[in-house]
């Protein structure tokens, strides 16, 4: 990766230097996009305004889908080494007495990732810097305000840069944009898209506290059910704790940036901790909002992240939802630019992740409404409930479940109106051969999951698409997934998404036929033209899982 804070002043007007995917935006989505990109030999420039990461700390969650997302990019150990499981969800009263518990233990998920993880996002921005770094092929510059983007017709997008330290301005051309510039999107502006509001609109205290003292506390996300004071606590990291407490329509963030007014706040967690003891990172005020833009799209740029969606805080997907965004788009835009596929397949994006966003929205109202609302009424009704959740047959099981609704049908997802079918949901990253995962075997390909081996033609004819074929041997996770689909076999995207399932082994693979996949795809793991070489990911075309 290069890496600059200078931009190039170009005076011929009709000379603009060309690129083939602009990201606005160096955020968490931003960096993922452009690596998924440059493991698929796509260069692309990265222009963000701030001159290095930003400091303050934000997003601190994520689950073990989005966990697989960083594991592909190649950072499973290192999120690893900065991040923490998250042990489950506990409701409480204002005085702190446990309503509820619904504990989850820290053992790897059906993605082999923990369900729940806490992290700083400075430290994950650090890591995503580090790792694109290993593509030539993408420029990330900083210190770049994009001032405008401008598209005529069907041609390039005219991207104007003004580097925000020397002054100076140039102008590029961008067959795509990818729109990571967060909430208050220039590319949303530029599309003329606008926000959709869900109706719900909250101001919360987010205080981030770094002590050296074990706090002592149940290392899950304490909730707070108090009309009053809603509030939130968790573990981020080993010295790194979050509280976030709703505001009344009086107060504002001001009210609390000295310890001594903020300290009875989070007292009944920090204890005897003497304040002194207790280094407050940040108090910042947040809205919580849940929106959605009416379109994802025109044309060549593209909306991601806060830019395309926002959701309240409380099932921890906000960040989570632009990563998918990132994985969701990536190989098709490569796939296109490979000409593998047509270019009308990006319609697929905004079908495919929009409804899923706004299912991850509806479901984070719901949650904080009854975890929050309700008055008086409300508080009566959790204290008489909450303590016999436990006795509701399957409760926690769902509401610690992980798993997030399947994609809709589009033309990647060949979803059955008539039957019970795969297709959309995620394959699991399940355990292969005693040491390596699907991811590990798939390694960004199309892997063909089946219970019975395609014949010695098929096989041929799946390797010359660059694709895998993964046996599900009888007793393994993926055998049982097949059957609890009623499947026999099932073709997996290059994101992990089901394309489309079925009893016809010999027809799942013919559909193989109707994608050119780029020459770099066919390596046992993704090596594209434009990446520094690394370690080789153990596989074979073929594998038993």
């Not at 960096?31 to 990109?37: F, G, I, Q, S």
Request: charged fraction near 25%.
């Amino acid at each position: 990766m290069n890496t600059t804070t200078t931009a190039t002043t170009t005076s011929n007007t009709t000379n603009h230097p060309a690129v083939p995917v602009v990201v606005l935006g160096a955020g968490p989505t931003g960096l993922t996009a452009a690596t998924l990109l440059a493991r698929h030999g796509v260069e692309c420039l990265v222009l963000d305004r701030w001159e290095s990461i930003y400091p303050q700390p934000r997003a601190v969650h994520l689950d073990d889908e989005v966990y697989r997302i960083l594991a592909n990019l190649g950072l499973r150990d290192e999120f690893a080494a900065i991040s923490r499981p998250c042990h489950g969800l506990r409701l409480v009263k204002p005085d702190m007495t446990v309503l509820a518990e619904l504990a989850r233990g820290a053992d790897r998920g059906r993605h082999g990732y923990p369900e729940a993880n806490m992290f700083d996002q400075p430290e994950l921005e650090a890591l995503l810097r580090d790792n694109l770094a290993r593509y030539p092929c993408v420029t990330l510059r900083g210190g770049a305000e994009v001032t405008g983007l401008t598209q005529d017709g069907d041609g390039p997008v005219r991207v104007d840069v003004t580097d925000r330290l020397r002054g100076t301005s140039e102008t590029l051309l961008a067959t795509y944009v990818l729109g990571c510039d967060g909430a208050n999107s220039l590319a949303r502006a530029a599309i003329d898209a606008h926000m959709l509001d869900l109706g719900f609109d909250q101001r919360w205290l987010v205080v981030d506290v770094d002590t050296a003292v074990d706090l002592g506390e149940w290392e899950g996300v304490h909730q707070v059910c108090d009309t009053r004071r809603a509030a939130t606590y968790m573990r981020v990291g080993r010295t790194r704790y979050r509280w976030e407490f709703r505001l009344a329509p009086t107060e504002t963030a001001d009210d609390y940036r000295d310890i001594t007014r903020l300290h009875p706040l989070i007292a009944p967690w920090t204890k005897a901790t003497p304040p002194d003891q207790l280094h407050v990172v940040r108090v910042a005020e947040y809205t919580f909002r849940a929106q959605i833009a009416d379109r994802w799209r025109d044309r060549r740029i593209f909306l991601l992240g806060d830019a395309a969606h926002l959701t309240p805080p409380f099932v921890g997907q906000g960040m989570g939802a632009g990563l998918r965004d990132a994985a969701n788009l990536c190989w098709k835009l490569a796939a296109v630019q490979h000409g593998a596929l047509p270019e009308r397949v990006l319609d697929t994006y905004e079908a495919e992740r929009k409804p899923h966003a706004h299912a991850l929205i509806r479901l984070a109202k719901l949650i904080g409404t009854v975890m929050t609302g309700g008055g008086r009424v409300g508080e009566l009704v959790r204290r008489a409930v909450a303590p016999r959740l436990h006795r509701v047959p399957g409760i926690k099981a769902h509401v610690l479940d992980s798993r997030t609704p399947p994609l809709r049908r589009t033309s990647l997802v060949a979803r059955s109106r008539r039957r019970r079918t795969l297709a959309g949901q995620l394959c699991p990253n399940a355990l292969a051969d005693g040491a390596r995962r699907f991811d590990d075997l798939a390694a960004g390909r199309f892997a063909l999951v089946t219970t019975t081996a395609p014949t010695p033609s098929e096989q041929s004819e799946i390797e010359r698409r660059g694709a895998v074929v993964v046996i599900a041997v009888p007793g393994t996770d993926l055998h049982r997934w097949l059957r609890r689909g009623r499947a026999r076999a099932a073709l997996v995207r290059p994101d992990g998404a089901v394309q489309r399932d079925g009893r016809d082994v010999a027809a799942l693979a013919a559909d193989l036929a109707s994608i050119r996949l780029p020459h770099h795809s066919t390596a046992a793991a993704p090596q594209p033209p434009c990446a520094t070489p690394a370690s080789p990911t153990p596989g074979s075309t073929e594998a038993q899982a």
